[in-house]
């Protein structure tokens, strides 16, 4: 059951982390480009310059939220675990 849960947290913290940094990266580059970031559909339009930038930044920012990710849902899982401890025994 605690590998559920690991499990479960982990995705859910991942998943959350993961949106609300693609919605900050998207709002960043508009306000560094000017322009909206690139779409699938739109990436024909888009500079060789400006597509590498903001491929490198995205995966940057993707590593980083996935390492913080994992290191927030062991901490929530833990205070989960020690607070389920806590109520079992009473």
């Not at 690991?6 to 990266?25: C, E, P, Y």
């Not at 590498?52 to 205070?79: D, E, N, P, Y």
């Given at each position: 059951?605690?590998?559920?849960?690991?499990?479960?947290?982990?995705?859910?913290?991942s998943?959350a982390g993961?949106?609300?940094?693609?919605?900050?990266?998207?709002?960043?580059?508009?306000?560094?480009?000017?322009?909206?970031?690139?779409?699938?559909?739109?990436?024909?339009?888009?500079?060789?310059?400006?597509?590498?930038?903001?491929?490198?930044?995205?995966?940057?920012?993707?590593?980083?939220?996935?390492?913080?990710?994992?290191r927030?849902?062991?901490?929530a899982?833990?205070?989960?675990?020690?607070?389920?401890?806590?109520?079992?025994?009473?």
């Amino acid at each position: 059951m605690d590998k559920l849960m690991d499990k479960a947290v982990t995705i859910g913290v991942s998943m959350a982390g993961g949106f609300v940094a693609s919605k900050i990266f998207e709002i960043g580059w508009k306000q560094v480009t000017g322009e909206n970031a690139p779409k699938d559909d739109q990436i024909d339009a888009v500079s060789i310059k400006k597509a590498l930038v903001f491929a490198v930044t995205s995966a940057a920012i993707s590593a980083a939220v996935q390492v913080l990710s994992q290191r927030g849902a062991k901490q929530a899982t833990a205070k989960l675990r020690a607070s389920y401890g806590k109520s079992s025994e009473v």
